[in-house]
């Protein structure tokens, strides 16, 4: 196991259940704040009693595990290596069925109200913890296509005609 996932498992540990969603949200935040600053993070690697000073800025904006965790990643040197913890945070989630990756494909953009009908059913199915990507593939003919956490839901034409050709080709299996 590599050792950024270790310690997103340490950390998942660490926090509530249902907090872990924005433990996230707050990782992606801290990163983006460090990438701005990068020289500072390498001094943060060599200089972990630095930490007190990002401390101070940082308490009231996040949560105090996260800033903790952020402390151990930069007393172990690996806070350079936030960006892949954090993309790994976010495996784990989608792994463990607490966030659904929602991918639809789609063969032309989809309007708002369409949108608006997709991200309801999979709000109602799955539940407000879903990430929504939508995507154009010019190969479907027609349909939406989700996928949800690698699970293929196929409802597109491009579908229904290749079940046909299967048919066709090797007999119904009605």
Not at 49 to 73: C, K, P, Y
């Amino acid at each position: 196991m590599r050792l950024t996932k270790q310690y997103v498992y340490a950390l998942l540990a660490s926090i509530p259940a249902d907090s872990s969603i924005d433990v996230w949200f707050q990782l992606q935040e801290l990163t983006q704040i460090l990438k701005q600053s990068d020289q500072y993070v390498h001094a943060l690697d060599v200089k972990a009693e630095s930490f007190q000073n990002l401390r101070t800025i940082l308490n009231g904006q996040f949560d105090a595990m996260v800033i903790n965790f952020l402390e151990v990643i930069t007393e172990e040197g690996m806070l350079h290596r936030l960006e892949t913890i954090t993309e790994d945070y976010y495996l784990i989630l989608v792994e463990e069925n607490i966030l659904f990756d929602v991918q639809v494909y789609s063969a032309n953009p989809l309007g708002e109200q369409i949108k608006n009908q997709i991200e309801s059913l999979i709000y109602n199915r799955w539940g407000e913890n879903s990430m929504i990507h939508y995507q154009i593939n010019k190969n479907l003919i027609g349909g939406i296509r989700l996928e949800v956490n690698g699970a293929v839901i196929d409802t597109t034409f491009r579908s229904r005609i290749d079940q046909i050709i299967r048919e066709v080709q090797h007999g119904s299996k009605k």
